[in-house]
């Protein structure tokens, strides 16, 4: 397939010798964001060998790789890992299972379907920061939430979510804005299943169950391998909502990944806790990516094929 | 799909309705607390907080006037940054993909999937060495500096969406101008723009979008002068419900054009989010 690939590519090129022109077009896109991204996470693994800290910045002696003993050890840094962890599997397994759920009530043609899809995504185009206020103030707010009105006109004690239940409302509000997403991407699959292959199962006779599980699912699961690593990336660097809603707390009860580093680099200047917290970040970023960009590689060679 | 049509049985009927139903009910509840925020932009204070809910009410409209007259400093951060820095990603990026494109090379390939993968670090992993880097520079709290991370942001996107938009780009059209002796210049403004011109569309809607949502750049690289509005927002969060009417006016006006946006561009939204992995 790669070699099709290539050979197309290269009909497109035939004729033309000069190179210069093609690389001063892609140059400073590629310079930008090697200046951008690449250059300060180098520098990010460099400040994350040192004690180095803003109160006294010019003694910062090496310590190898303390920082990230410490940020494997340490009381104060271990709960952060869980915390990630928690939120990152939470909202996952959340999103998938609304998700699918949803795309399959959204795959049957119903009335005024689009309109309720289209009001089903709205959550995923709200800035954070402002899905954290709606959920803070007009729904989970104990006094005047609409959470805990109902549940006193039920006759229960309303409860205080953001100080009881912190993690939990977090998960959901961030599962709240994240079902759109895998509801999107799930929907957008289905609807692309190649129909012929439905008719000849049907035509063998096959049951509705023989149809889901043999035809359809072998083409879904690509989607949700999608949904899992991209919600894994970006979840993990969910950052607004805390901010606004609990600040990481009560004590470390929400605090995550980023927001541990917005804390040590701009609350204590631990310039080197931070930037050690942050390789972690990236790496594990890193993985996801690149499992990802196996999937993105395997439909680009395969388009070219068909 | 199939020739043969099933014949409808009343349960089915049934059936199919309760689905509908059931999807309906998801849709709205889900929807439901972003329509009651704008509801709450139209009452006074004592009425958004009010125990047991204001469902019915006479509406006002001064919250809006209130959170104009507050917001316009941010609204113009926001609207730099937002627009800014699509045009710079469609600068730089535009170039690029089409470079790739239509003179790809043995790496190619592979530097398209790096520029991907640039798009998914995480902002945590550079932000230390950001920091110091735009105190030295003087670039904390401008809008310039912020800026130029949001092209950072989106400048991946543009060149991925382009580089698909331009693939889909006939070879025969191409040949031919290059028969006719056609210039670089010409390839790129006079076949390759044009036919790329309802993809830079969709893709620059997309670009907005994350750049106006955007926040953990926005609250550690600006404080006051360069602040767009998702810091402007923020700066409410300890008020719990003091102001929630006058909240909710402001965070209506933020939300309403994005989400018009997003609505707009629902289908290229997949492609832009999936880096086609999922068509």
Redesign the interface.
Known sequence: MTVQHRSLKKKKNAGRTSKLPALLLLAPALGFLILTTQVPFIMTIYYSLFRYSLVDPFKRPFIGLENYVTLFTDPLSVPVLLNTLVLVLSVIALTIIFGAALALLFNRPFFGRSVARTLLIGPFFIMPVITALIWKNSLLNPVFGLFGMASQALGFEAIDWLAQYPMVSIIMMVTWEWTPFALLILLTSLQSLPTDQLEAARLDGASQLQEFWFIVMPHWTRAFEVVVLLEAIFILQIYGEIYIATSGGPGLATTNLPFFIFQKAFGEYSIGMASAAGVIAVVIANIMTALFLRLVNRNATLEVKS | ??ATKPPTYPWRTAK?VA??L???V???T??F??A??IS?AFKTENQA?????VIIFQPIFDNFSLAFAKYGPALKNSLIAAIGSTLLSFL??L??A?????????R??S?L?W????K??????????????FKDLQLLDTIFGLT??Y??MN??LV?WMMHSYLSEIP?EI??AA?VDGAS?QHEFLRIAMPLAAPGIASTALLCI?FA??E??FA??LTNVDGAP??VY??G??TT??LF?AG?SAA?TL??LP??A???SA?RQ??QG???????
């Open positions: 799909m199939i199919n689905l509908a059931l999807a309906w998801i849709a709205l889900f929807f607390p972003i009651w925020m709450s907080f009010a125990t047991p809910p730089l990026g170039p690029a089409f470079s790739m494109v239509f003179y790809p090379n043995s190619s390939r530097t999937l520029v991907i993968s640039t998914m670090m995480p902002p945590v992993g550079v932000i230390v060495p950001l920091y110091l880097i130029l991370m092209t950072t400048l991946p060149i070879i191409l040949e290059r670089l979008i106006w949502n926040a953990f609250l550690n509005l998702s927002i923020s409410f969060k719990q419900g929630w909240l965070a933020v939300i994005v989400m946006f997003g609505w629902q939204l997949v989010l999936t880096m086609g992995a999922v068509k």
